[in-house]
């Protein structure tokens, strides 16, 4: 059976860097898995790719949707196998890298037979906030909504549009999906210490709004203020903190730190859902890195299609 390639691990682990070396001498081309840089113009706090490694190796899937498009799954899995298809034609192997766990579960458990989106539906949950909705969730169906995690609003919205349009839970459509992946990919996930991760993090934060992160996002919020992306993890954030409009519980610091410390917040969050997702995936190999780096790479380029 041919057979691709998936690389995962929580957010700052170290992915496009180990992938990028791996595929560069592996002959591999890297397939986006990362839903924030499907999207133009969400540049900086979406760690993508910079220019040398996109120069080492080809890259498919970043740039591919405006800000006020809607990059569904259905749509990212139709893009995914037709690169993969391009990139055997051309003889070389398919390298699928990215963290968002939503994306990498419908390319190896397929897809929920689920209602179409609801432009309609969707306007009745405007104005209503994230908690409300997540609460709506949780007494609805609380397996789900453990899976969905409180603050990542598409996912509840969508989760609730299913349950009006079908009148079923999303966790019964879940069941009835395949049990096994899909053998055509093998899962690779990458993980460190975390503190190590946690420095990792807080040293990638820095370094983002050094580059310009506010200022990006201050221009995506003149631009597509409707842009659901801006709901992602870190953008969320720096778009609150724009707005003046602090955290809901917890006492924010002044300034900068403040700031830095609710995304470092977020990111923790984030790796521990993501993390409780890779329980779940059954991956062929797991590597903790730095001690496994080198073992991962070897992995990586003796894979066998």
Request: aromatic share 8%.
């Amino acid at each position: 059976m041919v057979q691709s390639l998936v690389l995962t691990g929580p957010t700052a682990v170290g992915k496009t860097a180990l992938a990028v070396e791996a595929a560069e001498r592996g002959g591999f081309e890297i397939i986006n898995a990362d839903s924030v840089c499907f999207y133009r113009h969400f540049d900086i706090g979406s760690a993508k790719p910079g220019r040398a490694e996109l120069e080492a190796v080809p890259h498919h899937l970043i740039d591919v949707a405006d800000p006020l498009e809607n990059y569904h799954a259905a749509t990212f899995l139709k893009d995914c196998l037709l690169k993969i298809g391009e990139i055997r034609a051309r003889g070389n192997r398919a390298l699928i890298v990215g963290g968002s766990g939503f994306y990498l579960k419908v390319l190896r458990f397929g897809l929920w037979d689920a209602p179409a989106t609801s432009e309609e539906f969707r306007k009745t949950l405007e104005g209503i906030e994230t908690p409300a909705l997540f609460e709506r969730l949780r007494a609805a169906d609380p397996g789900h909504a453990l899976k969905t995690g409180p603050s990542d609003r598409y996912r509840i919205v969508r989760a609730l549009e299913i349950l009006s349009l079908s009148g079923k839970k999303p966790s019964e459509l879940e069941r009835s999906m395949r049990r096994e992946p899909d053998p055509a990919f093998k899962l690779f996930v990458l993980d460190r210490d975390k503190a190590e991760l946690e420095q990792r993090m807080r040293s990638r934060i820095d370094a983002m709004i050094r580059n310009g992160w506010i200022e990006e996002v201050e221009s995506l919020l003149k631009r597509f203020p409707e842009s659901r992306v801006l709901g992602a993890v870190g953008y969320a954030q720096v778009a609150a903190w724009l707005k003046g409009a602090p955290p809901k519980g917890r006492k924010m610091k002044p300034g900068l730190e403040g700031l830095v410390e609710e995304i470092l917040l977020a990111h923790r969050q984030l790796a521990k859902q993501q993390r409780t997702w890779f329980k779940n995936q059954q991956p062929e190999a797991e590597f903790l890195l730095e001690r496994d780096a080198a073992l991962a790479k070897e992995k990586i380029m003796d894979f066998d299609q």
